[in-house]
């Protein structure tokens, strides 16, 4: 029986593997396709294997320019919003004040908030700063957007490190600040590194507010690049499939790299120790 059950799991493991990859899958045989054989009905696997795609995306096009726009956009966005996010985290974490419940609630508030009722408001505020079509429109998005996420998941791991490291520090002589700094943070590594890699994603892939707020081709991103991509006569498919592996590839070799930190993150509090 136990045959059985073991068989018809790794069975359902396999379905839903292939069921999950086989997009990428797709659009990878897609890039390096002949453009004749794109389009063609019913689909067949590529005779011959070209290149010319990521040829025209990486030499004839801005998308480079698009895929350092992402990473910068990314990369400010994570070193913003996690130490402010670590700092709240461990307030809430170790501290008890009036009014913990309100600023709870008010947190998860904004967690559940739908992106598109932001943004009239938010491009309204930004065109009168002066900040549309400049990063800092971005990031400071990203940083408010993904705040509650990575609120959420430090204050999950915080919790599984013990009080008695902040009163042994406590009696050391620390104050809260340096028992924060040099205890804490180190010990709370894998949560921060969790938190950051699924911001970067999420930055990385965010597409409703790079839409709005870059209007240029100097300050667009690659999730919008792709997107907008353009032919003269007909819309070229390819082009669009290898930018999109080249978009999809720094993701996938960010998960294999922190997979273990990521649900080391994701499942802080799960299981009692």
């Known amino acids: 029986m136990n045959y059985y059950k073991k068989t018809l799991f790794y069975l359902l493991v396999i379905i839903i593997t292939v069921w999950s990859i086989f997009p990428f899958l797709w659009i990878l045989l897609t890039s390096i396709k002949p453009p004749f054989q794109i389009m063609q009905l019913p689909p067949v696997f590529p005779t011959t294997i070209t290149l ?28 913003i919003t996690i130490p402010i996010a670590l700092l709240a985290a461990y307030s809430i974490s170790r501290f008890s004040f009036r009014r913990k419940t309100s600023i709870l609630f008010m947190i ?20 009168t700063l002066g900040w549309i079509n400049l990063p800092i429109s971005l990031i400071v998005t990203y940083s408010a957007n993904n705040f509650p996420l990575a609120f959420f998941l430090l204050v999950k791991y915080l919790d599984k490190i013990p009080t008695d490291m902040d009163c042994a520090a406590l009696i050391d002589g620390c104050t809260y600040f340096q028992a924060f700094r040099y205890i804490i943070t180190p010990l709370s590594l894998p949560g921060v ?17 790079a839409l709005t707020f870059t209007l240029d081709e100097s300050s667009r991103l690659a999730s919008v690049g792709i997107a907008l991509f353009q032919g003269t006569f007909e819309v070229p498919w390819g082009d669009i499939a290898a930018a999109s592996v080249i978009v999809t590839l720094p993701l996938l070799l960010f998960l294999l790299f922190f997979q273990k930190y990521i649900v080391q993150g994701l499942t802080a509090g799960a299981l009692k120790g």
């Open 52 to 79: 010319a795609a990521y040829k025209n995306v990486l030499l004839k096009s801005y998308f480079p320019h698009y895929l350092f726009n992402s990473f910068m956009v990314s990369l400010s966005t994570v070193f």
């Open 108 to 127: 998860i508030i904004l967690f559940t908030l739908p992106s598109i009722s932001l943004v009239a408001a938010l491009y309204k505020l930004f065109y």
């Open 193 to 209: 590194i969790s938190a950051s890699v699924l911001i970067f994603i999420f930055c990385w892939n965010e597409f409703l507010f």
